[in-house]
């Protein structure tokens, strides 16, 4: 599975976790919900300022979500 | 500092200790020696498939290469 298949995998685990919706997690991010769509689809090759945002909202820092998504199986 | 301008340094830190010109660096992750030198710089909002072709050149995990970040004073 490629990484960016993972990332989408690991953002949507976290964000049921928070028990968050789509689209607040979109509000919350300042990004638009059809993009954070995308991202848990795997279909964006996203940047690093949107994956700082996603970060901040989900409350967890860059090493720690690159991690999840390392051991993802 | 911003995420973008520390993660360029620290890719430039990470090069210079392998021993990498910017040009080698470029080669070998089938990326633009300029863009290279932009990235470094903190003037490129990179993509995660940049990242992590970086990151396999330097031989550094992601969740390595942003633990450097977060400790980059």
Redesign the interface.
């Known amino acids: 599975m490629n990484?960016?298949r993972k990332?989408g995998l690991v953002i949507k685990e976290l964000r049921l976790k928070k028990g968050l919706s789509q689209e607040s997690l979109a509000n919350q991010s300042d990004i638009d919900r059809t993009y954070i769509s995308d991202i848990e689809k795997g279909e964006r090759?996203?940047?690093?300022?949107i994956?700082?945002r996603l970060s901040e909202t989900l409350q967890i820092?860059?090493?720690?979500?690159?991690?999840k998504?390392?051991e993802y199986e």
């Open positions: 990484l960016q990332f090759n996203i940047s690093l300022k994956i700082e820092s860059l090493s720690e979500l690159f991690k998504i390392e």
